[in-house]
């Protein structure tokens, strides 16, 4: 979709190839696309896309590749700086968590403290102001796997303030009329600046998978292991 609202199907693929669950993150300098799989191997590759308006076409800058594969993993950016957690890395669920400056790449990834909790895949995560106006990445929910090795829709989340870089648990997302928090599994989530108050920015969290059904559904299959 061009800045002038029509939609366009593009000449250009992926540098790739056809490639599914990569981590897109929408940047100042393009759309960075990290990850994902081309259905027989996880990928660490990464790069910017963009929109060439004189050209009009797409774009595509290399970035240095992810530490490891990863896919279905969560992203966000502050500025420059590229943050991506979680997911299936090097083909294990995991809580890694790393930062890349898109001002200078050259420098490479930047491996941060992992995020609390159980490993988990598939949430969402977004970077906006906390109570005290601080820079601060978000990341809630996902499939989670337990020491048992059972998965399960998680329903926590944590956020890491970005100066001087420390985790704290976040509060459940519970919407008004939920009688419990939800798992947002799968969801997605959208910065927004602005609130309806005018102070600081927001997450839009849209969708996700049903708690109830996505854990009876992996006890169903435990259970035919």
């Known amino acids: 979709r061009t800045p002038k609202g029509t939609w366009l199907l593009l000449k250009e693929k992926l540098p790739n190839g056809p490639v599914a669950e990569g981590i897109p993150v929408t940047t100042g300098k393009g759309i960075a696309c990290i ?48 943050y991506v957690a979680c997911g299936k890395q090097n083909g294990t669920v995991a ?12 420098a490479g990834w930047t491996e941060l403290p ?10 969402v995560a977004g970077i906006a102001q906390d109570a005290q106006g601080r820079p ?22 944590y956020a890491y303030t970005l100066e001087p870089g420390s985790w704290s648990p976040a509060p459940p997302v519970q919407p008004a009329n939920f009688s419990e928090a939800v798992s947002l599994l799968g969801a997605a989530a959208v910065v927004r600046t602005g609130s309806p ?15 109830e059904v996505w854990d009876e559904a992996c006890r169903q299959i435990a259970r035919r292991k």
């Open 114 to 123: 992992p995020v609390p909790g159980v490993p988990r895949e598939q949430p």
């Open 197 to 211: 108050g005018g102070a600081g920015r927001w997450l839009l969290c849209e969708g996700g998978f049903n708690k």
């Open 35 to 82: 990850g994902g799989t081309d259905g027989k191997a996880d990928l660490s590759s990464a790069f910017l896309m963009g929109w060439d308006a004189k050209a009009g076409k797409t774009t595509f800058s290399p970035l240095p590749n992810f530490p490891k594969t990863i896919r279905m993993g969560a992203g966000a950016v502050d500025g420059s700086n590229l």
């Open 136 to 157: 601060t990445f978000y990341i809630f929910g996902g499939n989670g796997l337990q020491a048992d090795g059972s998965q399960v829709a998680l329903t926590d989340g």
């Open 95 to 106: 809580n890694g968590f790393y930062r890349l400056d898109l001002e200078h790449p050259e």
